[in-house]
């Protein structure tokens, strides 16, 4: 008989050996707790109908990361002030942390390294794919990703965090060449502005996505109790 101890002492093991996604924070030693992420959540203000807003610093994450955006909303990124700037940059997904080519003649958006203020995209074609990363460096490589309208199979959401944290370490430093403005899909009409949740205090955004530090302990917590199950189940 499998006894109750041995359970217990298997747990962290299961835990970790589950099979979760990772939607927002990157894994390894910066960002695995959720006394780390509470500290550095990314905050923005709740989204509302035709407007998304999401935060982009904290723990090196975009809350929420993967955003579903019909032509016309806008998407709004707060950058915190505080301590280390982040950018919106506009990716390739067969390019990882490099700033998109120009496509005839129009140039990705990019609101070059921010802190405490704000940058909005306004959607113009939520039929193609947008991906976007943090410039900042080594940014990109720890998973700070994001995309709107990525599709549910192929170059998912899923698929470019994970190109992004193969390029990790190795991951070229870039320059910031400050704000561009315009973007393919979507575009940005006006360089960053100072932000108006500079004074919102902490909320913490991601009601419309399911990434963050939040969503990530919850998801740990049921590979845990799922791992628990199949183990007692193998070894019944
Ligand atoms: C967003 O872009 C569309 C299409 O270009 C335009 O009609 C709309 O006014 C823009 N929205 C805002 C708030 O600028
Ligand atoms: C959004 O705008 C793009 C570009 O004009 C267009 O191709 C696409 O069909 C529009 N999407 C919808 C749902 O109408
Ligand atoms: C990301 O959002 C798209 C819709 O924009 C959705 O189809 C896809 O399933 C989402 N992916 C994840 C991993 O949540
Ligand atoms: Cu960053």
Do not use: R
């Given at each position: 008989m499998f006894s109750f101890a041995s359970t217990l002492a298997l747990l962290p093991l299961l835990a970790v050996a589950s099979p979760q996604y990772n939607y927002g924070p990157a894994p390894?030693?910066?960002?695995?707790?959720s006394t780390q992420a509470a500290a550095a959540a990314p905050s923005a203000p709740p989204s509302t109908s035709g407007q998304i807003d999401v935060g982009a610093g904290g723990n090196f994450v975009?809350?929420?990361?993967n955003v579903t955006a019909s032509n016309g909303t806008l998407v709004t990124f707060f950058f915190p002030d505080g301590g280390i700037p982040h950018s919106v940059t506009q990716g390739d997904f067969s390019n990882p942390c490099q700033p998109i080519a120009a496509q005839g003649g129009q140039n990705g958006f990019d609101s070059g390294l921010q802190m405490g203020t704000q940058f909005t995209l306004n959607v113009t074609n939520d039929q193609i794919p947008i991906y976007f990363f943090c410039k900042a460096p080594t940014h990109c490589g720890l998973g700070m990703v994001g995309s709107i309208?990525?599709?549910?199979?192929?170059?998912t959401f899923d698929s470019w965090m994970q190109a992004a944290l193969k390029v990790g370490s190795s991951e070229k430093t870039l320059q910031d060449n400050g704000p561009q403005t315009g973007g393919i899909g979507a575009v940005a009409t006006a360089p960053p502005s100072a932000s108006?949740?500079?004074?919102?205090?902490?909320?913490?955004?991601g009601s419309s996505g399911s990434s963050g530090a939040m969503a990530l302990t919850a998801s740990s917590a049921v590979a845990a109790v799922f791992g628990l199950a199949v183990a007692m189940t193998l070894l019944a």
């Amino acid at each position: 008989m499998f006894s109750f101890a041995s359970t217990l002492a298997l747990l962290p093991l299961l835990a970790v050996a589950s099979p979760q996604y990772n939607y927002g924070p990157a894994p390894g030693p910066s960002a695995t707790t959720s006394t780390q992420a509470a500290a550095a959540a990314p905050s923005a203000p709740p989204s509302t109908s035709g407007q998304i807003d999401v935060g982009a610093g904290g723990n090196f994450v975009f809350s929420p990361a993967n955003v579903t955006a019909s032509n016309g909303t806008l998407v709004t990124f707060f950058f915190p002030d505080g301590g280390i700037p982040h950018s919106v940059t506009q990716g390739d997904f067969s390019n990882p942390c490099q700033p998109i080519a120009a496509q005839g003649g129009q140039n990705g958006f990019d609101s070059g390294l921010q802190m405490g203020t704000q940058f909005t995209l306004n959607v113009t074609n939520d039929q193609i794919p947008i991906y976007f990363f943090c410039k900042a460096p080594t940014h990109c490589g720890l998973g700070m990703v994001g995309s709107i309208n990525a599709p549910s199979s192929g170059n998912t959401f899923d698929s470019w965090m994970q190109a992004a944290l193969k390029v990790g370490s190795s991951e070229k430093t870039l320059q910031d060449n400050g704000p561009q403005t315009g973007g393919i899909g979507a575009v940005a009409t006006a360089p960053p502005s100072a932000s108006s949740a500079a004074a919102s205090g902490s909320s913490s955004s991601g009601s419309s996505g399911s990434s963050g530090a939040m969503a990530l302990t919850a998801s740990s917590a049921v590979a845990a109790v799922f791992g628990l199950a199949v183990a007692m189940t193998l070894l019944a």
